[in-house]
């Protein structure tokens, strides 16, 4: 289970705190940071994105059971539906489908009150020199 916790260089960065991962699965909070902001103060659009893509990374490692490397975003769409501008984010993420080297999955991104910010979709693929348990 540790393994699964481990994030990217990038996602410690942003300071992502892995809270649960499980099978296909992985909910994951940021807080809100100034730093993180856009010139009018909300939580920028481009962090959002990295939340939802670093949840659903983490939620298809939990299926590949964690090993770094073995899987990459080929896709990804999020629809902003609020703004943050202030106490935390949190993504969960799940595997909807997944097809030999592909995975799609969802992740909804909620403030700390539990109002949907954003909905992303994901596409993950699996490298081809890489073997799979099925």
């Known amino acids: 289970m540790e393994h699964l916790l481990k994030l990217s260089p990038f996602g410690r960065y942003l300071g992502v705190q892995v809270l649960e991962v499980g099978d296909g699965f992985s909910r994951i909070r940021l807080p809100y940071r100034a730093e993180l902001t856009n010139p009018a103060g909300k939580l920028h659009g481009g962090v959002i994105a990295s939340v939802a893509d670093t949840a659903m990374a983490v939620a298809v490692g939990s299926v590949l059971g964690g090993i770094p490397g073995r899987h990459s975003t080929v896709k990804l769409e999020i629809k902003y539906k609020a703004s943050v ?50």
């Open 85 to 134: 501008t202030d106490g935390e984010i949190i993504a969960e993420a799940k595997v909807m489908r997944r097809k030999q080297t592909v995975f799609l999955g969802e992740t909804v991104v909620k403030d700390g009150k539990g109002q949907v910010v954003a909905i992303a979709t994901a596409m993950f693929m699996v490298g081809d020199n890489d073997t799979q348990d099925e």
